[in-house]
């Protein structure tokens, strides 16, 4: 690698299988292959993210979430261009409404970094779909504004926060003035990948008066919460600004107990709660990335043994054709029928089984004999 081309490229985003190989992320003779799957899926890696890598270990995990891989080539027959259904449920566009109380707002289809598993890689980076124009951002507002029963917004995209603070501003005050709307809920990687746009001002542009707002942050390993992930997140909370974190179950970066348990722990001990745990989405050239459904059940259940539950995630499905999520397990309750007699069993954070009687109206205790239960558990 060239010293004095390596050291510009440090400080830039890159973007192209040249840029990877002149930064010494990747060998020359891959130079076709990973062309081509840059020109199938975009590809960008800031300079917060390709400094993070070793290039000496072949299986590090920010590598290999962000570099390009020959596998994303192959598309199977169930993988699908909208493998969560957002197009089903998209009455004007950037609204996507699949829950009667939340829709999603996508503001742009840009992000800091492009992953290599993304859900939404047919619609996102320079080729995809752009952002909402000056126009569709009134419709979509105006739809927001007509129905009463939307509670929560989710700013999402492609990366809301690509946009500059004072745009954030003007879209998170329009949502504010909306009476029914009382969370805003903002879904990024940008602190992980870009910690230094977390300023002061961006921090600002997020809140608004009576109304709450929710960070989600984007992690999977714990190697993305160098100590400037971990001041720009610090920014957030310390504004009064809860953040969770939604993980994506990735083979070969996060499927073993011990790197998902530093995950979640990482994330707590930044006051950040874990949120959900992501089984791979059916998205194009992805197959690589999946476990299996059982796989990810024994990982819950190995971190219910091991972590507070302040660390745990729910792990959950994405339905395909837009039938939302569901929590997928794994279910430590059992109901088994003995001499006709139903019962209950449960299994403790060891694997131990206990009995547990079932309820019904002749076991309902009258109000005055029933426990109170105010005490913390
Ligand atoms: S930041 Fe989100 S939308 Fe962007 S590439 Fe990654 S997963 Fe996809």
């Given at each position: 690698?060239?010293?004095?081309?390596?050291?510009?490229?440090?400080?830039?985003?890159?973007?192209?299988?040249?840029?990877l190989?002149?930064?010494?992320?990747?060998?020359?003779?891959?130079?076709?292959?990973?062309?081509?799957?840059?020109?199938r899926?975009?590809?960008?890696?800031?300079?917060?993210?390709?400094?993070?890598?070793?290039?000496?270990?072949?299986?590090?995990?920010?590598?290999?979430?962000?570099?390009?891989?020959p596998?994303?080539?192959?598309?199977?027959?169930e993988?699908n261009?909208?493998?969560?259904?957002?197009?089903?449920?998209?009455?004007?566009?950037?609204?996507?409404?699949?829950?009667?109380?939340?829709?999603?707002?996508?503001?742009?289809?840009?992000?800091?970094?492009y992953?290599?598993?993304?859900?939404?890689?047919?619609?996102?980076?320079?080729?995809?779909?752009?952002?909402?124009?000056?126009?569709?951002?009134?419709?979509?507002?105006?739809?927001i504004?007509?129905?009463?029963?939307?509670?929560?917004?989710?700013?999402?995209?492609?990366?809301p926060?690509v946009?500059?603070?004072?745009?954030?501003?003007?879209?998170?005050?329009?949502?504010?003035?909306?009476?029914?709307?009382?969370?805003?809920?903002?879904?990024?990687?940008?602190p992980?990948?870009?910690?230094?746009?977390?300023?002061?001002?961006?921090?600002?542009a997020?809140?608004?008066?009576?109304?709450?707002?929710?960070?989600?942050?984007?992690?999977?390993?714990?190697?993305?919460?160098?100590?400037?992930?971990?001041?720009?997140?610090?920014?957030?909370?310390?504004?009064?600004?809860?953040?969770?974190?939604?993980?994506?179950?990735?083979?070969?970066?996060?499927?073993?107990?011990e790197?998902?348990?530093?995950?979640?722990?990482?994330?707590?001990e930044?006051?950040?709660?874990?949120?959900?745990?992501?089984?791979?989405?059916?998205?194009?050239?992805?197959a690589?990335?999946?476990?299996?459904?059982?796989?990810?059940?024994a990982?819950?259940?190995?971190?219910?043994?091991?972590?507070?539950?302040?660390?745990?995630?729910t792990?959950?499905?994405?339905?395909?054709?837009?039938?939302?999520?569901?929590?997928?397990?794994?279910?430590?309750?059992?109901?088994?029928?003995?001499?006709?007699?139903?019962?209950?069993?449960?299994?403790?954070?060891?694997?131990?089984?206990?009995?547990?009687?079932?309820?019904?109206?002749?076991?309902?205790?009258?109000?005055?004999?029933a426990?109170?239960?105010?005490?913390?558990?």
């Open positions: 690698m060239n010293r004095t081309f390596a050291m510009t490229k440090a400080r830039q985003t890159l973007r192209s299988a040249d840029d190989i002149a930064a010494g992320l990747a060998p020359a003779g891959r130079r076709d292959v990973l062309a081509r799957v840059a020109e899926y975009a590809l960008a890696l800031p300079a917060e993210v390709s400094g993070r890598i070793n290039p000496a270990d072949s299986a590090d995990p920010i590598a290999r979430q962000f570099i390009p891989d596998r994303e080539l192959d598309t199977l027959a993988e261009a909208d493998p969560i259904g957002d197009d089903r449920h998209s009455p004007v566009e950037g609204i996507v409404h699949r829950y009667p109380d939340r829709v999603l707002l996508k503001l742009t289809h840009v992000c800091a970094v992953c290599r598993f993304c859900f939404r890689r047919e619609m996102i980076g320079p080729h995809g779909r752009g952002p909402l124009s000056g126009p569709a951002l009134a419709a979509a507002l105006d739809y504004r007509a129905h009463g029963e939307i509670w929560e917004v989710i700013l999402t995209g492609g990366d926060l946009l500059s603070p004072r745009r954030l501003k003007e879209i998170v005050g329009a949502l504010a003035a909306i009476d029914h709307v009382k969370i805003i809920r903002v879904h990024t990687r940008v992980v990948v870009a910690p230094e746009r977390v300023t002061p001002a961006l921090v600002r997020l809140k608004a008066k009576g109304k709450a707002t929710y960070l989600v942050l984007h992690a999977n390993h714990s190697h993305e919460l160098s100590p400037a992930v971990r001041a720009a997140c610090a920014r957030v909370v310390d504004a009064g600004i809860p953040m969770l974190c939604q993980s994506v179950l990735l083979r070969g970066v996060n499927d073993d107990v790197t998902l348990g530093a995950l979640m722990r990482a994330l707590v930044c006051r950040i709660k874990p949120y959900y745990l992501h089984h791979g989405d059916l998205a194009p050239g992805t690589h990335w999946r476990t299996t459904i059982e796989e990810g059940r990982l819950m259940r190995a971190l219910h043994g091991r972590l507070s539950g302040l660390c745990q995630p792990y959950v499905l994405d339905i395909p054709g837009g039938h939302g999520k569901s929590p997928i397990g794994p279910c430590y309750l059992t109901q088994t029928r003995t001499n006709g007699s139903a019962r209950y069993e449960i299994e403790d954070y060891l694997g131990r089984r206990h009995a547990y009687p079932p309820a019904g109206p002749s076991r309902v205790r009258s109000k005055s004999s426990p109170t239960r105010s005490a913390a558990r």
